[in-house]
């Protein structure tokens, strides 16, 4: 009697612990975990034996190994004699030089362009508007193609190259040919001097900010900014005889030699690049702007704030909170979209590291593994300091 | 409900074991119906649609022998275009059944990226072709020239070893696709063009003006261009290299296409057992014994596709390494027996 009782009891608890949500909701998710650990080992131990039955090896040691192959544009030196590890740095910085000239040129022409739309001036605003209608609804793939082909094909041959600024600049379809300055050693205390401006600049600024607030005097700091940018480095230069040996592009028998040459696929990717993310820039801060509403304004004019007043401290301020986090994955797709660099020939991450170093070693998982690691990583640091930016300029809650 | 699908969920996590996706390669093309071939996108003469999206070309003819083997049609094949950048990839994960896309033959690749080459299907070089008018007449005039290069090729390996050994400056400009790099060289983009001699003779008719084009004098590398199949399958590798040793087998022999029929009441021993009349060679290689029958019948011995489909793009055979080793070639097959 007592026994079957036990029984009955204990039979009770585990049934309990069947029906008890924290039991099941425990259990579930250590069976999630395992299932999912489990599914990720068996993965990867196909994959080795996969590997092992066509006889490849694995492993990272071929990073060390000659390329064997050469690259037509690069920041750092690069030869065929370079490793495949030279060949990742390269595609790397490649890959940042687009994403970042890209970043920053598309929030320029994308505030312009989202402003135009809300002007009213009617011509400029119906400019805006079809521009952003047009640029947005096409597949940024056929845009580069239209910027590689259609532009290169208008380009002159090298022969008869355009020549901007006497001499200096010149244009063809092999590319862009600048100038390369080479300063001397004295040329750095110019350098530091510009430098010292730029910090005495963000005091000057908030000095200026902190006595309109105290004393409401206004200090005319954006021009005393630009005056002393202009003033000191120059005094520097002339003190120091700093000089500027510029390296001009020459032609000779088949191209321009020396100078900085940028190539027609850099060239059109950034143009594809920065046009199409703009479009999209241009509508967050349009959004951000009708975003404030018409009471601020109001509020603002009825207080007596000047117009550019009103714009600075009221307007701009509550826009950039909505304009921020849409603008974050903008940038985020901007540099993933250049990837799509490898349909028209620039040397980035993907077609230099992930193409030709793949196809020559043979060694996909790891340097797939690699690549993915590497826009992961861009994609992350983008977040964090957009993030932090985004949290500088919330609303302080009180 | 929830644990039901769980449950299901671990089952099947645990019943796929670490399994080779592609043990038998022969089997599974019988039991789908078909072989899957990876040729070029467009190189005229080795692989190329029409309009019909019909198939032509050395490479295709090769893939087309390999079902007529298995299964008596030379239609029981599909064709998968890839870049030279996909190539391997789309082998070794199991896309395709055989790579036959005008695919140099070098140690690395049978080697150390798990693939294993059947044999030579044509020997080639790496050339340069330039525009007339820019006046060089020599590779060695090369120095500081844009050159345009497809990616992921031995032509991008063999430039760069070319132009450093010569001491030579050079910018490559390099493109996925063959056809954008014709494209790029038409349009100005490059001084020259580099890929293997057989295929620049062929593109250069797809320039927008061939005659103001020449192909410089300099061969700077081998091209032995074969198909090729995945490491670790011997029955299917078999395969694969004895339907290239039958096609030139037939050629030897002198039969062909139209004589084939014939060919089987013939007293010499050799033709005999290659049509399948004496010996059991089909069972060797897990096929029927009228194997090399049907390649002839249905696509030809290697001269026939020689002829049908690289003589029209101006490759002549005569002299060539590619002319059959009894005319003084090297392309030689061991004997069947």
């Known amino acids: 009697m007592a026994k079957s009782q036990e029984q009955l009891q204990q039979r009770r608890s585990l049934s309990s612990l069947i029906y008890d949500p924290q039991f ?176 005495g600049g963000f005091f000057l600024q908030r000095w200026s900010i902190r006595r309109v607030e105290e004393t409401g005097q206004r200090f005319p700091y954006i021009p005393v900014f630009i005056g002393l940018l202009i003033v000191v480095p120059t005094l520097t230069w002339f003190v120091t005889g700093a000089a500027l040996d510029v390296n001009y592009p020459e032609l000779n028998r088949f191209n321009f030699q020396g100078g900085i040459q940028l190539p027609p696929e850099f060239v059109a990717l950034l143009f594809g690049l920065v046009i199409y993310t703009a479009a999209f820039i241009a509508e967050i801060v349009r959004a951000g702007i009708v975003s404030v509403s018409s009471g601020q304004t109001e509020a603002a004019q009825s207080l007596g704030l000047k117009d550019r007043d009103r714009l600075n401290l009221v307007v701009i301020p509550q826009a950039m909170r909505v304009i921020v986090p849409p603008l974050t994955s903008q940038y985020l797709n901007l540099t993933k979209n250049s990837s799509l660099a490898v349909a028209i020939g620039y040397p980035d991450i993907v077609n230099v590291f992930m193409g030709t170093a793949l196809n020559q070693s043979g060694k996909a998982v790891e340097v797939i593994f690699m690549t993915m690691a590497v826009y992961l990583t861009f994609s992350l640091l983008t977040s964090i300091i957009m993030n932090w930016y985004n949290a500088r300029i919330a609303l302080t809650e009180r | ?237 078999n395969i694969a290299r004895w339907v290239y040793f039958s096609l030139l087998e037939a050629e030897e022999y002198g039969v062909t296409q139209a004589n084939v029929d014939e060919m089987l009441g013939s007293e010499n021993p050799s033709v005999r057992r290659l049509l399948g009349v004496e010996g059991e060679f089909g069972s060797y290689i897990g096929l029927s014994n009228d194997w090399a029958y049907n390649i002839i019948k249905h696509v030809g011995n290697y001269g026939e596709i020689y002829e049908r489909n690289v003589t029209p793009i101006g490759i002549a055979r005569e002299g060539s390494l590619n002319a059959h080793w009894t005319q003084g070639g090297i392309q030689y097959s061991p004997p069947i027996r």
């Open chain 1, 24 to 199: 099941r909701s425990y259990a579930f998710q250590i069976l999630l975990l395992v299932v999912l650990v489990g599914f990720g080992w068996w993965i990867v131990q196909n994959t080795i034996a996969n590997l092992q039955a066509q006889n490849k090896t694995t492993g990272f040691d071929f990073l060390d190994s000659t390329a064997g192959f050469d690259i037509g544009f690069s920041l750092i030196p690069y030869s065929r004699a370079s490793t495949y590890l030279d060949v990742f740095y390269v595609g790397i910085l490649n890959t940042l030089l687009v994403a970042i000239t890209g970043i920053v040129l598309a929030t320029m022409l994308g505030f312009v362009i989202g402003i135009a739309r809300l002007s009213s001036n009617w011509i400029i605003a119906r400019l805006a508007t079809i521009y952003i209608e047009v640029i947005r609804n096409l597949p940024l793939l056929l845009q580069l193609f239209f910027w590689y082909f259609a532009v290169l094909k208008s380009m002159p041959s090298v022969r008869d190259s355009l020549e901007i600024i006497g001499g200096s600049v010149y244009l063809n379809n092999r590319g862009l040919y600048l100038p390369d300055p080479n300063p001397n050693d004295a040329f750095m205390w110019v350098q530091i001097a510009v430098v010292l401006v730029l910090i």
């Open chain 2, 1 to 237: 409900m929830n644990k039901k699908i769980v449950t299901i969920a671990l089952g099947a996590a645990l019943g796929l074991t670490a399994s080779a996706a592609y043990a038998d390669t022969l089997d599974d093309v019988q039991e789908k119906g078909y072989i899957q071939c990876g040729v070029s996108p467009s190189t005229p003469g080795f692989a190329s649609p029409d309009e019909n999206n019909n198939w032509s070309g050395i490479d295709v003819d090769y893939c087309r022998a390999m079902a007529a083997a298995i299964f008596d049609d030379p239609e029981a094949v599909r064709f998968t275009p890839l870049t030279s950048k996909e190539r391997f990839t789309a082998l070794s994960s199991g896309e395709i059944d055989v790579l036959s896309r005008t695919t140099t033959w070098t140690m690395s690749r049978d080697t150390n990226l798990g693939i294993s080459f059947a044999g030579v299907m044509f020997y080639d070089g790496q050339g340069f072709m330039v525009p007339k008018d820019l006046g060089v007449n020599s590779a060695t005039e090369l120095s500081g020239a844009a050159v345009c290069i497809e990616a992921g090729t031995t032509t991008e390996l063999n430039a760069a070893d070319y132009f450093a050994t010569k001491g030579m400056d050079y910018n490559p400009v390099v493109f996925e696709d063959q056809d954008e790099v014709v494209k790029a060289y038409d349009d100005g983009r490059c001084d020259v063009f580099t890929t293997d001699s057989s295929a620049l003779a062929a593109e250069r008719f797809s320039l927008a003006d061939p005659d103001s084009h020449k192909i410089l004098p300099e061969i700077i590398s081998k091209e032995p261009l074969g198909p090729s199949v995945r490491q670790g399958d011997d029955e299917w590798f």
